[in-house]
């Protein structure tokens, strides 16, 4: 019997979390699968919604890290997390994608010797002002299995020196949990409730502090919007640190004026019936690059890198960057061709099934690990 104990703290995590809580609850004689929420993220758009909309168990532990600097906010939770790993003693520590969450509880089982799995290894924009590329390479280098959603991540890994055994490419449990979901959330009437018809919208998300942090970059994405808004209607549900700097900047009048429709963010199966039924998606979130690659929706990358360059070579994506014209062009390409998106394929293993690899990985590295 493995007793896992699984980490979430930011938006991203909860919809990777899931499918490895539910599958572990399925094989009951193998896992004792508890969960802590770190509280990195605390509204409930950001993240209670989630725990309801996934069905994920309540958190055994609740760490109520909250927003602080990132030396803070990783400290607070390095804090709190370790009195929960010497009481419980589990067999493995799981944490999932890149955000401080992610390293602050990795770090903790390093320096106590145990054993830590990183779902979504080995990944890399190699640019290292993006706080999640600092996290990605600091935790892929203190964890003990590496679990990859694609085998760009292993060769990534390899490079870095990495032993081939600690590398297993699993697929992309965030594909788990859209294929589990997406029929649910397609009943819902989200997109309905705003008026809007299948295909004939575009939606947007931004919150990476690089596009929303600085008043220029974030001004000439929003005219790049403005200008696609002037064809199709722009859905924009906004990341509480968007929606501050949009009234910092000035920026809420020339939103008003256009047909950009800022809303609040929309819980998983909300935002899964919005997006599913898009024409178009222009975002700087590496989630939804995937989701869009995994159900051959159009998606334009508002950002100069990737760190997931298989939606690229494989799916639905387009790096564009954020000049206003790179991307106006891109979006009318691509608005002008209708049959972009038809023939792309779905990336090798994100299948709906990464969740039970994971677990199996885990069960035979117990069984072989020499640590
Ligand atoms: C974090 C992750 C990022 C991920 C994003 C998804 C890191 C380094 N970054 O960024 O990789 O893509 O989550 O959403 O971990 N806030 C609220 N309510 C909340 C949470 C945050 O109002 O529930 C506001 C606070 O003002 C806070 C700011 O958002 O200061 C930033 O939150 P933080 O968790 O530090 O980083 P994110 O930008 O959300």
Not at 11 to 20: H, S
Not at 144 to 155: C, G, M, P, V
């Amino acid at each position: 019997m493995l007793k896992i104990i699984n980490i979430v703290g930011a938006r991203p995590n909860f919809m990777k979390i899931a499918p490895i809580v539910r599958e572990m609850q399925r094989r009951a004689n193998d896992f004792t699968p508890l969960v802590v929420h770190t509280g990195q993220h605390y509204d409930r758009a950001m993240s209670d919604s989630f725990f309801t909309d996934l069905g994920i168990p309540e958190p055994d532990y609740h760490l109520e890290i909250g927003s602080h600097s990132h030396a803070v906010q990783t400290a607070r939770i390095m804090t709190a997390f370790e009195p929960v790993v010497l009481r419980e003693k589990p067999d493995w520590v799981l944490v999932v994608g890149d955000v401080n969450s992610t390293i602050a509880c990795a770090l903790v089982c390093a320096k106590l010797g145990v054993k830590v799995a990183h779902v979504e290894a080995g990944l890399r924009s190699r640019d290292r002002t993006m706080p999640e590329e600092i996290n990605r390479i600091l935790t892929d280098a203190i964890s003990d299995l590496l679990l990859t959603t694609s085998e760009d991540a292993d060769e990534n890994l390899k490079r870095e020196g990495i032993p081939d055994e600690k590398i297993k490419f699993v697929g992309n449990v965030m594909i788990d949990s859209l294929f589990y979901n997406l029929e649910r959330a397609k009943q819902l009437k989200v997109s309905e409730n705003l008026g809007l018809t299948e295909r004939e919208y575009a939606v947007s998300t931004l919150h990476r502090p690089s596009n929303v942090d600085d008043k220029e970059i974030f001004g000439g994405l929003l005219t790049a919007l403005i200008a696609v808004s002037e064809t199709l209607p722009v859905i924009f549900p906004a990341h509480p640190r968007t929606r501050a700097n949009i009234e910092r900047f000035g920026f809420a009048k020339q939103i008003e004026n256009s047909n950009i429709r800022l809303i609040e963010p929309l819980g998983y199966l909300d935002f899964m019936n919005l997006y599913s039924g898009a024409r178009l998606v222009l975002t700087d979130s590496g989630g939804l690059q995937e989701e869009t690659t995994a159900l051959s929706i159009p998606c334009l990358t508002l950002r100069e890198n990737t760190e997931r360059p298989i939606t690229i070579s494989h799916g639905t994506n387009v790096l564009v960057g954020t000049n206003p014209k790179r991307i106006k062009q891109a979006a009318f390409e691509i608005l002008e061709n209708e049959s972009n998106s038809k023939d792309k394929k779905i990336p090798p293993l994100w299948d709906g099934r990464a969740a039970e690899r994971i677990c199996d990985c885990l069960s035979n590295s117990s069984s072989t690990f020499v640590g």
